[in-house]
């Protein structure tokens, strides 16, 4: 995700408290998070990676976010700091 530098620790504040304890009890836990230094640019990156089954898991993990409360807060209050990004499936070799 990409973000204003000014909101990057409050953006990483809500994955932590409210994505990532979904993610983890959807079966999907989080691998890695990483992100840009705090100065020297006009947006700061975050990327995040959690583990999946299989590339079709993540359609059942979508699912589950309509229902649970945290997955709809983080929506609610992190989206709108959100400027861009991407979203990429990896498989392992």
């Known amino acids: ?17 409210r994505y990532d ?3 983890a009890a959807a079966g ?3 691998l890695e998070r990483l992100r840009t230094v705090a ?11 959690w583990r999946l089954e299989s590339p079709g898991a993540y359609r059942d993990v979508r699912a589950k976010t309509y229902a649970d409360p945290n997955g709809n807060t983080f929506v609610r209050d992190a989206m709108p ?10 498989h392992e070799a």
């Open 39 to 49: 100065h020297g640019y006009l947006e700061a990156e975050v990327r995040s990676t």
């Open 28 to 30: 999907s836990p989080l």
């Open 21 to 23: 304890p979904f993610m």
């Open 81 to 90: 700091m959100v400027r861009g990004g991407t979203r990429r499936f990896h």
């Open 1 to 17: 995700a990409r973000v204003a530098p000014e909101h990057v620790d409050a953006f990483v504040q809500l994955l932590e408290q």
